[in-house]
T-cell receptor, first 112, second 107 residues
Framework: DGGITQSPKYLFRKEGQNVTLSCEQNLNHDAMYWYRQDPGQGLRLIYYSQIVNDFQKGDIAEGYSVSREKKESFPLTVTSAQKNPTAFYLC???????????FGDGTRLSIL | GIQVEQSPPDLILQEGANSTLRCNFSDSVNNLQWFHQNPWGQLINLFYIPSGTKQNGRLSATTVATERYSLLYISSSQTTDSGVYFCAVESDYKLSFGAGTTVTVRA
């Protein structure tokens, strides 16, 4: 089945630790995105990538990093510089930018 | 950036009732999407509707781009319609989300 797979579903981070969230898609989409959702709020864009080996900062990129070495993969690293990382993280993809975005099931990150 | 306002923030319905959700946005956009987020956090595409009207079963949506608003209609609501409905607009390759409308359908 074609789709977007995020792993893990739940992730716990210790203070001062970097963690990486995985996002893989087999839809052959060029564009991929990372969003953060806090309780009771809408989604906010962290980073997006229009094509392999290219990515751009979104509205809340500080404390996060990404890479796009393969078309199907767009991992997000939450660094120790992100002081309030507890949130629900959603990955999305679209055929190209300005096309409908489709979402994975998300990863819930918590601080121990 | 673009401001997206959704109303009402909360909606409680009796099963079988109809309702209208509204999304206002502050500037011209390339496209607009409606999503339903279920209690498990999954975000489901409902409509991709930069303009005009679309229908999918008991749901329909209308976007009037020149007046910068979109409406989502739910008819004959069911308990499975419960969740949060988000409107998101795209400009400069980025989706900007509203805060959502939380819909609770009671049996």
């Amino acid at each position: 089945d074609g789709g977007i797979t995020q792993s893990p579903k739940y992730l716990f981070r210790k203070e001062g630790q970097n963690v990486t969230l995985s996002c893989e898609q087999n839809l052959n989409h060029d564009a991929m995105y990372w969003y953060r959702q806090d309780p009771g709020q809408g989604l906010r864009l962290i980073y997006y990538s229009q094509i392999v080996n290219d990515f751009q900062k979104g509205d809340i990129a500080e404390g996060y990093s990404v890479s796009r070495e393969k078309k199907e993969s767009f991992p997000l690293t939450v660094t120790s510089a992100q002081k309030n990382p507890t949130a629900f993280y959603l990955c999305a993809s679209s055929r190209q930018v300005n096309q409908p975005q489709h979402f994975g099931d998300g990863t819930r990150l918590s601080i121990l | 950036g673009i401001q997206v306002e959704q109303s009402p923030p909360d909606l409680i319905l009796q099963e079988g009732a109809n309702s209208t959700l509204r999304c206002n946005f502050s500037d011209s956009v390339n496209n607009l999407q409606w999503f339903h987020q279920n209690p498990w956090g999954q975000l489901i595409n409902l409509f991709y509707i930069p303009s005009g009207t679309k229908q999918n079963g008991r749901l329909s949506a209308t976007t009037v781009a020149t007046e910068r608003y979109s409406l989502l209609y739910i008819s004959s609501s069911q308990t499975t319609d419960s969740g949060v409905y988000f409107c998101a607009v795209e400009s400069d390759y980025k989706l900007s989300f509203g805060a959502g409308t939380t819909v609770t359908v009671r049996a």
